[in-house]
Nanobody, 119 residues
Framework: QVQLVESGGGLVQPGGSLRLSCAASGSIRSIYVMAWYRQAPGKQRELVARISSGGSTNYADSVKERFTISRDNAKNTVYLQMNSLKPEDTAVYYC?????????????WGQGTQVTVSS
């Protein structure tokens, strides 16, 4: 079993910044991919950013040059630094990890953290 715990969401004014964190614990041998997704009301969940075990990253066009994803492999933690936030960034943000455990590989999701951008 693997658990992902997210933190860092909240209310911020347009142009502000937030940093999300997601820490994994449990039966982990390695984590080959870490990612952040978001889901706004009435919309489908979408990929925000992804980082591989080697550090390669990719971003949704809507967040490029504003958001930065990073990972700390020693802590099994992924971060999302969000700058220049816009009202359209308002959503529930979920972390996702591809984990190799002791009996195979599976995808795991965090519980979600609300980010609201409003004046």
């Amino acid at each position: 079993q693997v658990q992902l715990v997210e933190s860092g969401g909240g209310l911020v004014q347009p142009g502000g910044s937030l940093r999300l964190s997601c820490a994994a614990s449990g039966s982990i041998r390695s984590i080959y991919v870490m990612a952040w997704y978001r889901q706004a009301p009435g919309k489908q969940r979408e990929l925000v950013a992804r980082i591989s075990s080697g550090g390669s990253t990719n971003y949704a066009d809507s967040v490029k040059e504003r958001f930065t994803i990073s990972r700390d492999n020693a802590k099994n933690t992924v971060y999302l630094q969000m700058n220049s936030l816009k009202p359209e960034d308002t959503a529930v943000y979920y972390c996702q990890m591809g984990v190799v455990g002791f009996i195979g590989a599976s995808d795991y999701w965090g519980q979600g953290t609300q980010v609201t951008v409003s004046s």
